[in-house]
């Protein structure tokens, strides 16, 4: 195992790096940015974790003796009652879930269509700006929706944007730095969105206990069989957490000049 003793390892970038096991000792992580990093099973002990923002799937998280994961779910629940309306377990259920994501992501792009264009391209903590998380839910509908359910090999449309961590896949678009209009990207949504409703519309419960067809050859996801509920699941969770997102940038957006 190497060793990295009295080092300064100050503004140290680490991309793609198999830390497993490592231990840290004594160290200074004051202002480290973690993005998109496995922390399971990591041991904390003697720690000072003062003004510490985590954003992400959160499980088994026992601080000082407490598990607090179910705290937090509850209080998510309890900010947002609708939240709980993203976890059904039948065909009624899901199309309910999705009537609830119409209704915000309208009143999403309306809220967005008050900033002048050129702030629709703006990051907000080096996060996706607004046009990019559109983008990215037409990549997500694409690979779980398209391909995973309805068997359509390769969905993709030019502008499709995969989450920054994905491995390069062959066939995959990924441009981070085109800027398509507004517009365009909105007329993508409609189209991916009004698929998500035809098949949640179509649902039925031997449907939805299925398994999806594993489809060979590059794409996302990976040629194995998934329960429909789970990509049903994982939709709605990717519109939920995303839309809050947007709304939290936006709120940034809005103090800034156009």
């Known amino acids: ?31 480290a940015v973690f993005r998109g990093a496995w922390l399971t099973g990591v041991v904390m002990r003697g720690v000072e974790l003062v003004d510490v923002e985590i954003h992400g799937e959160v499980g088994n998280l026992t601080i000082n003796g407490v598990d607090v994961a179910p705290l937090v779910e509850a209080e998510l629940d309890r900010r947002h009652p609708d939240r709980v309306k993203m976890r059904p377990a039948d065909p009624d259920g899901f199309r309910e879930a999705w009537n609830i994501l119409e209704r915000l992501w309208d009143g999403t792009v309306v809220r967005a269509r008050r900033l002048d264009p050129p702030l629709l391209h703006e990051s907000v903590g080096g996060e996706w700006s607004f046009v990019q998380t559109l983008r ?35 066939g995959v678009p990924w441009d981070r730095t085109a800027q398509p209009s507004l517009d365009t990207v909105l007329a993508l949504r409609r189209d991916r969105m009004a698929t998500v409703r035809e098949v949640v519309d179509g649902l039925t419960v031997e449907s939805l ?42 709120a940034i957006l809005e103090t800034r000049p156009g």
């Open 209 to 250: 206990a299925g398994h999806t067809n594993p489809l060979e050859g590059a794409g996302w996801p990976p040629p194995i069989s998934f329960p429909v509920r789970d990509v049903l699941l994982c939709v709605l969770n990717e519109e939920w957490q995303h839309r809050l997102y947007a709304e939290r940038d936006l």
């Open 136 to 170: 990215h839910l037409v990549f997500a509908t694409d690979a779980w929706i398209r391909r995973a359910i309805l068997g359509d090999p390769s969905p993709w449309d030019p502008l499709d944007l995969p989450w920054d961590e994905m491995p390069e896949t062959p």
């Open 1 to 31: 195992m190497a060793e990295y003793v009295d080092k300064d390892l100050r503004e140290t970038r680490f991309e793609r790096v198999d830390l497993r096991g490592a231990q840290f000792r004594n160290s200074d992580l004051t202002g």
